[in-house]
C-alpha cells in the first residue's frame, strides 16, 4: 500500500518556522517529482511548491518563495517544504502529491498526482 503522511505542522506565530515533511512508504519517491499544495476552508487547493523527481529542479510560487524552500532526500524517501517568515495567510492544511511525469513540468494539476497525503494543519497566528 502506498503512503503519504505529512507531518510538522501546527500552531505558531507570524514570522515563526516550521518544517514539514512528507514520508512515503510502499514507494520510492525518487521516482517521482513532488509538489505541496495548500487548502483553506471553501477554497481550491493550490499547488505552492514543486521539486522535480532528480532533485535537480524546484519551482515555487511567487508568494512564498521567499520564504518557503523545498527539498527532498531520496535516501530517506521524504520530500520537505520548510517555511520560514510564516504569515496568517500562510494558514492552511498542507498537503504533498506525487507526480509520476518523467518531464519536468510543475504541474498545477491535481489530476497528474497520483498519490496524496492526509495533509497537516498549519495555523499561523497574527
Known amino acids: 500500500e502506498v503512503q503519504l503522511v505529512e507531518s510538522g505542522g501546527g500552531l505558531v506565530q507570524a514570522g515563526g518556522s516550521l518544517r514539514l515533511s512528507c514520508a512515503a512508504s510502499g514507494v520510492a519517491l525518487d521516482d517521482y517529482a513532488i509538489g505541496w499544495f495548500r487548502q483553506v476552508p471553501g477554497k481550491e487547493r493550490d499547488r505552492i511548491a514543486c521539486i522535480s523527481l532528480s532533485n535537480d529542479k524546484a519551482y515555487h510560487i511567487d508568494s512564498v518563495k521567499d520564504r518557503f524552500t523545498i527539498s527532498r532526500d531520496n535516501a530517506k524517501n521524504t520530500v520537505y517544504l520548510q517555511m520560514n517568515s510564516l504569515k496568517p495567510e500562510d494558514t492552511a492544511v498542507y498537503y504533498c502529491?506525487?507526480?509520476?511525469?518523467?518531464?519536468?513540468?510543475?504541474?498545477?494539476?491535481?489530476?497528474?498526482?497520483?498519490?496524496w497525503g492526509q495533509g497537516t494543519q498549519v495555523t499561523v497566528s497574527s
Open positions: 502529491a506525487a507526480d509520476p511525469s518523467v518531464t519536468w513540468y510543475p504541474s498545477p494539476r491535481q489530476d497528474d498526482y497520483d498519490y
